[in-house]
């Protein structure tokens, strides 16, 4: 029983959060649940390659990244639903050509049998991505998502100017991890995906990672083009915060950013190297750091700005 302000109450276990996120009062009802703008989930060879890599992350990143929650899927959606997670977008993501429209495909479906899950897309530079985006967005797709450093490619390549011009005019944002964290890919960088908004400035942006490593960049960007928000996922972890920090002014950043709902919760859930808690906890500690901050901003973190994001609604 939480017996103090949800900013001043700490969470340092999964079976905390529930309870935490209840006395929250979120959502229009106040008795809504978190809504997670960044979760992976993939068709089953995809994402056993996927942890594959990770098992080997030593020899990719320098450090261990061991999958907190690596378990069949019928478990990680139980998982999911235990933390009070109402409404979460599953994120796939190609790395070649000829694999975004399958794999947008495959979500598509996915989400369909999955109460919790909202469709989504993903895309690539090549001459059929305003075919199978336009058919996504058909079929109700609400977010897409972008992985610059995976998928290798140039997010200003003149293959993909036609679908952020789509996406732009339909209003479905994109997720892009676009950032050099946590290594750096041959086309990313904060001012590379800034110049595809400077062409395409109604684009709802969502800076995967806050842009991680580089956050000042990320703040600015955000500052310059309203469109964009930053995601969670992973920022202010003690995994993360030992390779990319954030900058001691975090929360009075965060306070500083004009415009409401500019920051959204992100996880990367299942693929983290920790509990999902701790995500919950920096974003906690952000709020109670700043008097400016507090209770409004959890919840508009937790629920209110991943739903306008996801277009559910008014929080």
């Known amino acids: 029983m939480v017996t103090t302000a949800p900013v001043d109450t700490p969470i340092t276990r999964d079976e905390d959060v529930a309870g935490w996120v209840r006395s929250l009062g979120l959502g229009p009802d106040g008795r809504s649940g978190l809504v997670d703008v960044h979760v992976h989930f993939l068709p089953d060879r995809m994402l056993q390659k996927v942890w594959a890599y990770f098992a080997s992350a030593k020899e990719h990143y320098g450090y261990d990244w061991p999958i907190h929650y690596q378990l069949p899927e019928d478990e990680r959606l139980a998982r999911l639903r235990s933390f009070g997670v109402e409404t979460f977008a599953p994120l796939v993501y190609p790395h070649k050509p000829d694999m975004a429209a399958w794999l947008t495909g495959w979500a598509l479906d996915w989400a369909a049998e999955v109460p919790e899950a909202v469709p989504t897309a993903t895309l690539f530079p090549e001459e059929s991505v305003t075919t199978y985006l336009g058919d996504a967005v058909e079929r109700g797709a609400r977010l897409v998502k972008a992985h610059v450093q995976v998928g290798g490619y140039d997010p200003r390549d003149p293959l993909l100017d036609p679908a952020w011009g789509l996406l732009a005019e339909a209003g479905i944002p994109v997720v892009a991890h676009c950032g050099d964290g946590p290594i750096p890919g041959r086309h990313t960088g904060i001012e ?10 109604r684009l709802p942006l969502v800076l995967a990672h806050a842009g991680l490593p580089d956050y000042d960049a990320a703040l600015r960007l955000a500052e310059r083009h309203p469109a964009v928000r930053l995601d969670t996922t992973m920022v202010g972890t003690p995994f993360t915060e030992s390779f990319a920090p954030l900058p001691r002014d975090w ?37 109670a750091a700043d008097d400016r901050l507090g209770e409004p901003f ?6 209110d700005a991943p739903a306008e994001v996801l277009g559910l609604g008014p929080g």
């Open 298 to 303: 959890l919840r508009s973190v937790l629920h």
């Open 251 to 287: 929360s009075a950043r965060l306070a500083e950013l004009s415009g409401a709902g500019r920051v959204v919760l992100g996880t990367d859930f299942p693929n983290i190297p920790y509990a999902y808690w701790r995500q919950l906890e920096a974003i906690r500690g952000w709020a």
């Open 192 to 201: 590379i995906i800034g110049e595809v908004m400077d062409r395409h400035p």
